[in-house]
């Protein structure tokens, strides 16, 4: 009587001595994880991701809540490729960034700029005093450019000069992910013995990249009658 007894403690026993490792392991299996997911499996927006290196010490005004680094330092943007780097940057977290004598490098190429501001929240990185930009097929020189991370939209204006294509214009838009350009009148276009000028009151002109199967620019084609989203943007940069 007193096995049979025993057996039974021990069947009603052993489940409950079981319970909490059982538990243990659903709880390992369910339980949510802080850790970020891969770069790689992130969709980041433009200027949504920052990170700042400072090349000396920071200085944090309190009034404005502004960081200033006198020393300069490196500003990486990982949601658009964007990496700054200046002698002089101050910026309000989640808000603004300034920089003076940058050299900023991101999928437009290269811009060499005296002053420099980017809106976090608007995704806009705008550059003035005289503007370089370098890119993969030539140079272009500005008084301004406005970059538009997040439409991939560069604007470069006043004074704009560019030698491929060879270009003097009052404005020139650049959609990078179609390398599309659009020139804003006044402007003078030279390719080979082609040239095409308008005067301040004439309308833009389309250039369209014109590449081989290997992806190697021949030229560009050039004309008035602007594709739907070019004219859609020119027409909205209109009310702004």
């Not at 200033?68 to 603004?96: C, K």
Request: include cysteine.
């Amino acid at each position: 009587m007193r096995i049979l007894e025993l057996v039974v403690a021990l069947v009603v026993l052993c489940p409950l001595l079981l319970l909490p490792a059982w538990v243990a392991r659903a709880n390992e299996q369910v339980a949510p994880t802080d850790e970020p997911a891969p770069a790689h499996e992130r969709e980041l927006s433009p200027f949504a991701e920052l990170s700042v290196t400072a090349h000396g010490a920071q200085r944090l005004d309190l009034a404005t809540g502004f960081t200033e680094l006198a020393d300069g330092g490196v500003v990486v943007d990982r949601g658009s490729d964007v990496r700054l780097e200046a002698p002089w940057i101050r910026y309000l977290e989640g808000a603004t960034i300034e920089a003076t004598d940058a050299v900023v490098e991101g999928l437009f190429g290269q811009l060499l700029v005296p002053e420099l501001v980017i809106d976090v929240l608007k995704r806009t990185l705008s550059a003035e005093g005289g503007v370089t930009l370098n890119t993969e097929v030539g140079v272009v020189r500005a008084d301004e450019v406005l970059y538009e991370a997040e439409a991939g939209w560069l604007l470069a204006r006043g004074g704009v000069v560019s030698d491929l294509p060879d270009v003097e214009a009052a404005g020139i838009w650049y959609h990078l992910p179609s390398a599309r350009l659009v020139l804003l009148p006044p402007y003078l276009y030279r390719e080979g013995p082609l040239t095409m000028r308008a005067d301040a009151d004439g309308g833009p002109l389309q250039l369209t990249p014109d590449l081989d199967e290997e992806g190697t620019l021949l030229g560009y084609d050039a004309t008035t009658d602007l594709d739907d989203d070019v004219a859609a943007r020119l027409l909205s940069a209109d009310h702004e």
